[in-house]
């Protein structure tokens, strides 16, 4: 069951803030969730929202600043000396608590790291901070439950039990040799029905799925997804075990690469959200309208070199937003398919094949789409029949040139290490524009001989 | 590690069937994972994958089946007898094994029950076929280990290991009371770290997030999401214990959830992916491209409607696409945050607000690109100043118009129970196009005076 922020609910908060009743308030929110008390500071103002962060406590808090948006976390931490960030960590987990201090401005990370109460966490956290944050590395944690494998399955329940006390949820145990290095796995049900004498050599997994510290997270992603993997060990370039990543972790990495591609589909670049700033928003989406208003100089330069045809031809340019419009459409549908499946990895075989494919399909669009043009043109909106010939042997054209260029330009970019979602929305929409609007005009002047 | 499929693997696969090797085949995908058996048999021929899965012994195939697109695992299922169908599906956990039920034609759906070896398996799943797929009932397996709030701990591991034997992965044991109704959950680490003695009572936690066997699918990994939870309870209307549901499922949601919104974003209905049939592919985007044709003949129409001004400002035709594509863009991306935002929960307050926002927004962004135009139009393109005030002008009014609709129609349609990804995409383009191209001439004659 999930608890709703009503507008109500937050408004007796804020009656409370400003009143000063913090035992009140302490009594409202005790049996909330952090995640839910994380949106409802979110929905705040910075005083009312260090209100509640200041008056919780540190087991709750810690989990608080976690679920925070990273802008609300950055003012909230301003507020606190590097001792008390350092106990609310002290609270976290590895993974999350590098996460953390990652945001922190240099000066006041080694501050942070210096408070940390605990000297192995420190150490862990210290360790974790090397690496990049896109990768398996960036992402792992150190919290793991590891047994050797000359080990009985009794010291293994015993040692098990001393580790578990840091583990939050056990996912599997890991089964490394003298060297520290992974071997195989066991599975806490296996270890619950096998005999405690048993040599834990005898009983472990040798198959075991890892990742290294350099794979990219969303290769991590896609690895556990497919072999359905709740959670992957991680080792170093020696194959020793230095940490393992967790299902929730991934679908972070699984929502936020599904958020970006439809957003850059949409003409947007970084990560915004509908609550950011005006400014933020701004600078995510201005650049992607500049481009498309270059994209437009060039096509207004291009029917300007027309204009001759329009003494004899007006209609031709009553049609350019419709066949602009049709090459941007079609031209995104087959650039996202294409860019879906690289994302998903089912794009395999040469390019040329994948073209002809295309080439089938926009044949078969384009002449149903030439045909109801050919109709409307003629039926709806009453030109001549030469007209509607012109516009839609035009229209096949612009609809097969702007599906290859759909599916060419992603393949391309992905080839070349680019993140081929850069290929859908504006991009693909301008260039198809223009390039729409070329042939059309080149077209209709062969056809109607001018 | 993964495994990735080569040209070479697939020829030396396909030569091991035409010449009829089983041996040799057996032995070549002896270590690779269902996973890639499944992506090898989905590269080859009916023959080709027929030939795999039936070489292959059941336990491995029974996890192919499921990671099998389901067109071809409907031509597998289609050539064996439901006996046949009956084995594989005994290897399968509940949810998994009446995933796969449903798919089949209603007569051989009973025969393949009746011939299911294992009858509290059978009962399981035929209990599961009863709810709504996209329901939690539908995401739910029966396949859980739970304990009687009377027991003391030893018991309860007791029972556990029996339980534990139809379950692959143990994430909470959950706490029942004698009518079988939820009252909390215990965690292995707990049972790891008590005494035998200890009433269950005691130790368990009271309070569980569940979920209802009718609660929407996005719905239960929204709330997995937001609680960090790897596993949920499902309870029946009277608070019984009646499934779970595991991360890995919700992952599934989330990522179609995610394609879906990036396929309708980009002008595709329906999930599709670049390796379907063609026939497919323009079932899922000729409807689209339909209706931006006929959004197409509008314009056509509005344009002919403003010829006369052709004889005196015929530069205004030249930036009808430019005007008409701003719009497209400018619509699109307001939209797209406008359903994120929707799908992650996070547009709460009134309309008016996100309205005002929007429309300080679009007044920044369109500013600076209406005096890019004005420079641009004078400069780059040489036309007279007072051109480029009145497309300036225009584009800075068709911005604003265009933002507020990409805003305002998402959440009318999300407020009429809608999926507000429908806005985005080729439907937002076009009404923008057209009302763009409106509000331009209109706009051009006050200006121009004609």
């Given at each position: 069951m999930?608890?709703?922020?009503?507008r109500?609910f937050?408004s007796?908060?804020e009656?409370?803030i400003?009143?000063n009743?913090?035992?009140?308030?302490l009594?409202?929110?005790e049996d909330?969730?952090?995640?839910?008390?994380?949106?409802i500071?979110?929905?705040?103002?910075?005083?009312?929202a260090?209100?509640?962060?200041n008056?919780l406590?540190?087991e709750?808090?810690?989990?608080?600043?976690?679920?925070?948006?990273?802008?609300v976390?950055e003012?909230?931490?301003?507020n606190l000396?590097p001792?008390?960030i350092?106990?609310?960590l002290?609270e976290?987990?590895t993974d999350?608590?590098?996460?953390?201090?990652?945001e922190l401005?240099q000066?006041?990370?080694?501050q942070v790291?210096s408070?940390l109460?605990?000297?192995e966490h420190?150490?862990?956290?210290?360790?974790l901070?090397?690496?990049?944050?896109?990768?398996a590395?960036?992402?792992?944690?150190?919290e793991?439950?590891k047994?050797?494998?000359?080990w009985?399955?009794?010291?293994?329940?015993?040692e098990?039990?001393?580790?578990?006390?840091?583990?939050?949820?056990?996912?599997?145990i890991?089964?490394?040799?003298?060297?520290d290095?992974l071997?195989?796995?066991?599975?806490?049900k296996?270890?619950?029905?096998?005999s405690t004498k048993?040599h834990i050599s005898?009983v472990?997994?040798?198959?075991?799925?890892y990742?290294?510290?350099?794979t990219?997270?969303?290769?991590?992603a896609?690895i556990?997804q497919k072999?359905?993997?709740?959670?992957?060990?991680?080792v170093?370039?020696?194959?020793?075990l230095?940490?393992?990543?967790?299902?929730?972790?991934?679908?972070?990495?699984?929502k936020?690469?599904?958020?970006k591609?439809?957003?850059?589909?949409?003409?947007?670049?970084?990560?915004?959200e509908?609550?950011d700033?005006?400014l933020?928003?701004?600078?995510?989406?201005l650049?992607?309208?500049v481009?498309?208003?270059?994209?437009?100089?060039?096509?207004?330069?291009?029917l300007?070199i027309?204009?001759?045809?329009?003494?004899?031809h007006?209609?031709?340019?009553?049609?350019t937003?419709?066949?602009a419009a049709?090459?941007?459409?079609?031209?995104?549908?087959?650039?996202?398919i294409?860019v879906q499946g690289?994302?998903?990895?089912t794009?395999?075989?040469?390019?040329?094949?994948r073209l002809l494919k295309?080439?089938?399909?926009?044949l078969?669009?384009?002449?149903?789409?030439?045909i109801i043009l050919?109709?409307g043109s003629?039926f709806l909106?009453?030109?001549?029949i030469?007209?509607?010939?012109?516009v839609?042997?035009a229209l096949?054209s612009?609809i097969?040139?702007a599906s290859l260029?759909?599916t060419f330009i992603?393949?391309i970019l992905?080839k070349?290490?680019?993140?081929?979602?850069?290929a859908t929305?504006p991009?693909?929409?301008?260039?198809?524009?223009?390039?729409?609007?070329l042939?059309?005009f080149?077209?209709?002047?062969i056809?109607l001989?001018?």
């Amino acid at each position: 069951m999930e608890f709703k922020i009503s507008r109500e609910f937050l408004s007796e908060i804020e009656q409370l803030i400003s009143e000063n009743k913090s035992q009140e308030l302490l009594l409202l929110l005790e049996d909330i969730h952090f995640a839910d008390i994380a949106e409802i500071m979110e929905e705040l103002d910075d005083y009312g929202a260090g209100y509640i962060f200041n008056t919780l406590d540190s087991e709750k808090t810690a989990e608080i600043l976690l679920e925070l948006d990273e802008e609300v976390r950055e003012k909230i931490l301003r507020n606190l000396s590097p001792k008390e960030i350092a106990e609310e960590l002290d609270e976290l987990s590895t993974d999350d608590a590098a996460d953390i201090i990652a945001e922190l401005p240099q000066h006041k990370k080694e501050q942070v790291i210096s408070e940390l109460e605990d000297v192995e966490h420190a150490k862990d956290i210290v360790d974790l901070l090397r690496y990049d944050e896109d990768s398996a590395g960036g992402l792992m944690g150190k919290e793991l439950v590891k047994v050797n494998e000359n080990w009985n399955v009794l010291t293994c329940v015993k040692e098990m039990r001393a580790q578990a006390e840091n583990v939050s949820r056990v996912h599997s145990i890991y089964v490394v040799d003298d060297e520290d290095r992974l071997k195989g796995r066991l599975s806490l049900k296996d270890l619950l029905t096998t005999s405690t004498k048993t040599h834990i050599s005898e009983v472990y997994i040798k198959k075991v799925d890892y990742v290294k510290v350099d794979t990219k997270d969303v290769e991590v992603a896609r690895i556990m997804q497919k072999y359905d993997l709740e959670a992957i060990p991680v080792v170093d370039e020696l194959g020793r075990l230095v940490g393992r990543i967790t299902i929730d972790d991934i679908i972070d990495v699984i929502k936020e690469e599904a958020d970006k591609d439809y957003q850059l589909a949409a003409g947007i670049s970084q990560d915004v959200e509908a609550d950011d700033s005006i400014l933020e928003l701004t600078k995510a989406r201005l650049p992607w309208l500049v481009l498309a208003l270059f994209g437009g100089f060039i096509s207004v330069h291009v029917l300007g070199i027309f204009e001759p045809v329009m003494k004899f031809h007006p209609e031709l340019f009553f049609f350019t937003p419709l066949i602009a419009a049709m090459a941007g459409n079609v031209g995104v549908q087959s650039s996202a398919i294409i860019v879906q499946g690289l994302a998903n990895n089912t794009i395999i075989g040469p390019v040329v094949e994948r073209l002809l494919k295309e080439l089938s399909l926009s044949l078969l669009n384009g002449v149903i789409l030439s045909i109801i043009l050919l109709a409307g043109s003629y039926f709806l909106l009453g030109y001549e029949i030469h007209v509607g010939y012109t516009v839609s042997i035009a229209l096949l054209s612009v609809i097969i040139m702007a599906s290859l260029i759909g599916t060419f330009i992603p393949i391309i970019l992905n080839k070349y290490g680019v993140d081929p979602a850069l290929a859908t929305g504006p991009f693909i929409t301008t260039s198809n524009d223009i390039l729409g609007i070329l042939t059309y005009f080149t077209i209709a002047k062969i056809i109607l001989g001018i």
